[in-house]
Structures are given as structure tokens and as C-alpha cells.
């Protein structure tokens, strides 16, 4: 029978104790809780999840013992993923684009609320979703700048399209809304305020009055710089005030990215330290740095000896390489390492807990990380 324990005291307890040799993601429950808490308390509306960014199940475990009743999910698998952990917590379809099969799945699962952008998209959904009870929210998107990258060109429609989309959903007999994402990593709050007051606008055009409204995700999550969510909650709030007035709808948000990346931190090992400084890990960007070359490299990084001991990461940019023996398992950003740095010490990434698990391959066999509970990420 394993001794060992099953939530650790730190990173550096199971380190030391356990001597990893491949990748481990280390998740602390308390400061996924303490975010949770943190949205509820400071936006003025329904927090909800966006599954897409770690459907972890004890993620979603801990969010729905938070207090989160409601999540966007983007595909059937994800509402099952939900439906395992809670028959009771609302659903949110906001992919706009979906099959006659997976509109089928929603209605079976109990959707409560869909987005759309495109009219066939809305009558994919009217041949098979009741009026009774759901929402339907037409998204909108707009040519705005502040994020990292952005969906509008994948998704959304403008505001004449938005228009004509809102006067059929709402003849239609659904509950009519509207929604948009401001794109990810965003972290500036006059992008929310320029798009509620489109919103307004579309919305007094097509002489409808909306039920709710969801801000979208695209809260920034801490890669060097903590975002000042609570400064974004208040733009909105104010944003709602002014260009709604007295019929302003209930507010609805869903990050993702923001809500879990600070409650992971990943520890990958070192496999080897070329003569010219070049360090090759364990984990790469078919793993849990999956992300580096859409939005850069995490620079938010501890470094430790094989025994544990800290060590500073104050020496010369060093080029990255995953474990894969692919040449583009590179990070694209070089990261300041310490000069010591050995073979058996461990990098470890911090605010790694978005879009990390949910993106990593299995490609050479490399990719997957155990994953390790802890009471704290810092000693």
C-alpha cells in the first residue's frame, strides 16, 4: 500500500519525496476556489466557465463546489464531461457553429442557451430546439485591438447582420440576447465598453430588448504582469449603466484562461544542457507548453536543483527545446536560465493551468504529465 499522501504540502515536498522523472502538473484546489470567489464577488452578473480552457475533472468538481451553476461547453463531449460531474448545472452551447447531431446531443443534455452568428446557423437550431425556456444569443464582432489574438475572424457577426439576427430570434419566441468574445489574453477594459455600447446600438436597431447580455472570456490571465480584473468589472458595470440605462439586460461572463491558469504550476525536468547553453526538457510545445508560439513563451519561471534547492534564474537567455524529436518542439521565446543549470534540475512554469492539459499531445510518446494535488504552488 503507497504511503504516500494524496494532497502534498508544496511543490517542493513532492518533489523531493517523489523525484519525478517526466513532467508533473501540480494543482492547488485552495487558489482555484480563491479565483472562483474572486469573479463571483466582483462581476455584476452570472459567472460561468468556459470548459475549453482545462476540463480537468477535478476542475470542474471544484468550480461547481465554488458556487459556479452555470458553464459554456463547446461540443458533446464536454457536456458529458459536465453532466458526469453535475446533473444540475446549466449548460451554455456558445459555439456558434454546430451539426444537426450535436444540436441533438445539446437538446438531449438540456441546453439552456446557444449563440449564433449566421442565419443558417439559426435555423440548424429551430429545427431542433424548443422556444420554451432558451436562450438564444446572437454574437457580434467588432474590428477592436487588446488581445493577444483574436476569434472575430473566425466568428461573430457585424452589427447589421446582428441586427437582422436578433429581430428573427426574437419573433421566433426564444429569449433573445447577445453576446461577443473581446479576444483572449485581453486585458484592457475599454474593449468590453466599446462592445456593450455596439451592443446597445444593435440592439435599440432591432427594437429588441435583451434579456441578458455575456461579455464573453479573453480575461488575461498573470504572464508577467497580474491583469486588474477587478478594473474590467467595473468598466463593464458602467458600461451597462450608460448605454442601457433602466432596461439593462443581466450580465453574463465565461472565462476560462483567467479563472484556472494560476491554480496550476507545471515542473519539467532538464534531459540535457548542450556545450553552447542550449537546455532540452521534458515537457515541449506538444505538451504543456502548448501554447508558446500562439501567445509567447511563459516567462513566469522558478528553477530548482535535483534536490529541491532553489535556484535563481538570473543567468543568459537560453533556446529551449522539448523532449519530441521534432525541430519545431521549440520555445520561441528563449528564457534566462541559471548558469548551473544541470542535467536532473527541474524548470518550473507557474500560471500554467489554461489551455495546458486541454491542448497536450501525445506525439513520440511525450506530452503527458502527471498530475499532483497540493495545499500551496509556493513554499
Not at 73 to 94: F, G, I, K, Q, T
Not at 263 to 279: E, H
Amino acid at each position: 500500500m503507497s504511503r504516500q499522501p494524496s494532497i502534498w504540502t508544496t511543490v517542493t515536498s513532492h518533489l523531493k519525496a517523489a523525484n519525478p522523472t517526466g513532467p508533473v502538473m501540480y494543482f492547488a484546489p485552495a487558489v482555484l476556489q480563491a479565483t472562483a470567489r474572486r469573479f463571483i464577488d466582483g462581476f455584476d452578473g452570472l459567472v460561468t466557465y468556459a470548459v475549453k480552457a482545462n476540463d480537468t475533472k477535478v476542475v470542474l468538481e471544484n468550480l461547481v463546489a465554488s458556487g459556479l451553476s452555470a458553464f459554456d461547453v463547446a461540443s458533446p463531449v464536454e457536456m458529458r464531461e459536465l453532466r458526469a460531474v453535475s446533473p444540475d448545472v446549466a449548460l451554455h452551447y456558445n459555439n456558434p457553429v454546430r451539426t444537426p447531431e450535436e444540436i441533438a446531443v445539446a437538446v438531449e443534455m438540456g441546453v439552456v442557451s446557444y449563440s449564433i452568428d449566421s442565419m443558417r446557423e439559426f435555423e440548424k437550431l429551430r429545427a431542433q430546439v424548443p422556444t420554451d425556456g432558451v436562450e438564444i444569443s446572437v454574437r457580434l464582432c467588432l474590428p477592436v485591438e487588446g488581445a493577444a489574438y483574436h476569434f472575430g475572424e473566425k466568428f461573430g457577426a457585424d452589427p447589421e447582420e446582428a441586427v437582422a439576427l436578433l429581430k428573427a430570434v426574437n419573433a421566433a419566441g426564444y429569449i433573445t440576447s447577445m453576446t461577443f468574445h473581446p479576444g483572449t489574453q485581453c486585458a484592457d477594459p475599454k474593449v468590453w465598453m466599446h462592445y456593450i455600447e455596439v451592443c446597445a446600438d444593435v440592439a435599440k436597431a432591432a427594437n429588441v430588448t435583451l434579456a441578458r447580455l455575456n461579455v464573453g472570456g479573453g480575461y488575461a490571465s498573470n504572464r508577467g504582469v497580474a491583469p486588474d480584473l477587478e478594473a474590467i468589472f467595473a468598466g463593464i458595470k458602467s458600461a451597462k449603466q450608460a448605454y442601457f440605462g433602466d432596461n439593462a439586460p443581466t450580465l453574463v461572463c465565461e472565462p476560462g484562461r483567467a479563472m484556472v491558469a494560476e491554480a496550476f504550476t507545471l515542473a519539467t525536468r532538464v534531459k540535457a544542457v548542450r556545450q553552447d547553453g542550449t537546455v532540452f526538457l521534458n515537457d515541449g510545445i506538444y505538451g504543456g507548453l502548448a501554447e508558446a508560439h500562439q501567445i509567447g513563451t511563459v516567462d513566469r519561471v522558478r528553477c530548482l536543483q535535483s534536490d529541491a534547492s532553489e535556484l535563481a534564474c538570473d543567468g543568459r537567455p537560453r533556446v529551449i527545446y522539448g523532449p519530441t524529436c521534432d525541430s519545431i518542439d521549440r520555445l520561441p521565446d528563449p528564457l534566462a536560465l541559471p548558469e548551473g543549470l544541470d542535467e536532473g534540475d527541474y524548470v518550473l512554469f507557474d500560471g500554467m493551468g489554461a489551455y495546458s492539459i486541454a491542448m497536450g499531445t501525445r506525439f513520440n510518446g511525450y506530452g503527458k504529465a502527471d498530475l499532483v494535488t497540493v495545499q500551496r504552488l509556493t513554499a
